[in-house]
Structures are given as structure tokens and as C-alpha cells.
């Protein structure tokens, strides 16, 4: 019996040996390649869905925060789709992998979602983010949820189907092949990394996808959301009830990882028509340190002119400009802020 253990464990050490060194050979399909190639100079990451990757100019930035030519360089590592939980992952690899100069993310504000669309299942990204650690967070989350048990117990599934076939490389020989033999990637021209190869692809005719030109038409046709969201918003209290435990420990757990690393997290909500409380609620009770709140028409009612948007939740070109520089102005504020404290 003793035996038959022993040969079980040894088993399953091998099994697991081999599983991490394929994994470690599949060519990663986000952004990470890519940052390991250009980020040297890197001192600012920003991290977010399509409000990121859409809406913050890494150049305009440094341009607008005084930075000398060579002297720093913004990245934007934002992606369509990303969730919290997928941000939280990311943060991991990004500090295990970054470089020395790295001293701040600016990171989009974001609920947390155990839920996700069902087109993008299984797709190597998605995969990708499903560790260990991902999945299992999730997965207590749903089962200390009040979901009904039918929904809880399908979403459970998917995610660990996620991570068992994240775990077993399951249909990754090709990757695992062209891992081997295929010569480092070059991202040099291509559109997926910014129209200035820093990941920045601004909402305009040329860079809009087929389902985003059709949301910008269907918004111009009728932007009465934007415009109730510019009426509304200023006038909705701070909700009472406490912000989730899921968002606020994943939260915490994120913050004391990028400070472990020397690293400060500025979060961002952009323009949207949500208030975002919980957010607030966080910052005022000290659970996080920055946070640019952008979806205050009173104090920026110009991210709330459709003139300036492509679509109710992103902003054009111009629109985007126009919030780059504002995110890097308040952003010298917390630099500026933080060096004075260090030096009392």
C-alpha cells in the first residue's frame, strides 16, 4: 500500500514537472511577450478593459507630464474584455517580470464579476488567467454567494473546466510546437501594440472594429443616456450598504503585492454613466490609497459632451486626448504628493 502511494506521488510530481514546463513553453497570447520587449523604460503601466486600451495615450502622457525625451515611457497594457480578476493577474506577472523602473500602474476600477460571456470560452487568453490562484478565489466567492444553486454550480464548472484545461495544456500541442521551434516574436508594425507601438489604438474610422462602428452609429442616433447620466449622476447619494468582501479583499490582496515590489496603484474609473460607490467608499475608509474618479459631470462635464464621445462608454480620438491629459496632470499631483512625504 505504502508503495502504491509513494508511486502515486511520484506520479503526480512528474506529472505536474512536466505540465509546468510545457505551460512555460505555450507563446503567451496578451500583452506580456510584447511589455517584456519594450518596457526597460518603463516607469508607468496603465492596466484596464477597452477604456484603457481605447482611451490613454502612453506618448501624450509623458508628453503632458513634463517627462524628457528618453527619460520615462508610459505603456498600455489595456486589453477589450478585461475583467478585475484578469487585472489581478496580470498585476502578478507584471511585477514578477518588470523592470527596476517600474513605479506605478494606473489601474482601471472595476467590480467584481464571477460571471463572463460565453463567445470568448476556452480561448487562450481566458485560459491564461485561470491559475491556481485565480480560480480558486472565484470559485469560494460563488460558493459563499447567494446565487441560486443551478447558476452557482454552472459557473463554477466553467471556471474550473478553465483551470483544468489551463493545468493539462489541453489542445496546446501546436502552441507547445511553435514555443520550440519559432524564433522570438517581432512586434514592429503591428496594429494590435498602437498606432505608436506603446498598446494605445484610439476609437476613430480607422482603428474601429465592424461592432463598434455600430454602436457608434446607434449612439449618435440616440445619446439620451449619456445626457441623463450628466443629469443624474451629481444628484445620486453614496450608497449605504458596505462594499462586497470579494472586491475589497481582492483589492487589498492587489495593493499589498504592488507594495511589496515598490510599486504604487492609482486607480481609475472613467467616464461612465455608473456612480461607482463602492470605489469611493473604499478610498474614504482607507482601503486604497489613489483613486481619479473620472465619472463626475460636475467636474468634468466635458467627458460628458457627445461630441467628444465615440459610443455611450468610450470617448473618440479627441475625447481620449483630452482625458490623457487630464489623468497625467492629477497624476504629477500624487507623484508630487508622494515625494513630499517621503521627504518629511
Known amino acids: 500500500m505504502l508503495r502504491t502511494i509513494l508511486h502515486l506521488l511520484l506520479f503526480l510530481a512528474g506529472f505536474l514537472l512536466t505540465a509546468t514546463w510545457i505551460h512555460s513553453l505555450v507563446p503567451e497570447r496578451q500583452k506580456l511577450e ?16 477597452s477604456h484603457v486600451y481605447r482611451q490613454l495615450d502612453p506618448q501624450l502622457f509623458d508628453l503632458e507630464r513634463g517627462a524628457a525625451a528618453g527619460e520615462f515611457r508610459s505603456l498600455n497594457m489595456g486589453a477589450l474584455g478585461m475583467g478585475l480578476n484578469e487585472e489581478a493577474y496580470l498585476l502578478d506577472r507584471i ?6 523602473n517600474l513605479r506605478w500602474i494606473v489601474m482601471e476600477a472595476l467590480p467584481f464579476d464571477t460571471e463572463f460571456q460565453n463567445e470568448n470560452d476556452f480561448g487562450k487568453r481566458r485560459l491564461e488567467w485561470h491559475d491556481s490562484t485565480s480560480t480558486w478565489r472565484l470559485v469560494q466567492a460563488l460558493l459563499q454567494g447567494d446565487l441560486p444553486s443551478e447558476q452557482k454550480w454552472s459557473q463554477i464548472r466553467r471556471h474550473v473546466e478553465h483551470w483544468w484545461r489551463r ?4 489542445a496546446r500541442g501546436l502552441d507547445v510546437v511553435e514555443g520550440i521551434i519559432s524564433e522570438p516574436p517581432s512586434f514592429d ?14 476609437l476613430e474610422m480607422a482603428t474601429a472594429t465592424k461592432p463598434a462602428r455600430t454602436r457608434r452609429q446607434r449612439f449618435l442616433k440616440d445619446p439620451t443616456a449619456l445626457l441623463k447620466a450628466a443629469r443624474t449622476l451629481p444628484q445620486l447619494k453614496p450608497a449605504d450598504k458596505p462594499v462586497n468582501d470579494d472586491l475589497r ?14 510599486v504604487g496603484i492609482i486607480w481609475w474609473i472613467h467616464p461612465t454613466p455608473g456612480p461607482f460607490h463602492s470605489w469611493r467608499k473604499m478610498l474614504a475608509d482607507g482601503h486604497i490609497q489613489y483613486l481619479l474618479a473620472h465619472n463626475d459631470p460636475v467636474r468634468y462635464p466635458a467627458f460628458y459632451e457627445v461630441r467628444w464621445h465615440w459610443d455611450l462608454y468610450h470617448l473618440n480620438r479627441e475625447g481620449a486626448e483630452m482625458l490623457t491629459r487630464t489623468l497625467a496632470q492629477e497624476f504629477k499631483t ?11
Not at 194 to 201: A, K, L, P
Not at 334 to 344: E, P
Open 167 to 170: 493545468s493539462m495544456n489541453l
Open 189 to 202: 508594425g503591428n496594429p494590435d501594440f498602437g498606432i505608436n507601438q506603446d498598446g494605445y489604438v484610439p
Open 249 to 262: 479583499s481582492l483589492v487589498a490582496d492587489m495593493e499589498a503585492r504592488a507594495a511589496k515590489e515598490g
Open 95 to 100: 511585477l514578477d517580470e518588470s523592470s527596476p
Open 34 to 49: 510584447w511589455l517584456d520587449s519594450v518596457q526597460q523604460d518603463a516607469d508607468v503601466i496603465f492596466l484596464g478593459s
Open 334 to 344: 500624487i507623484v508630487a504628493s508622494t515625494k513630499g512625504a517621503d521627504s518629511q
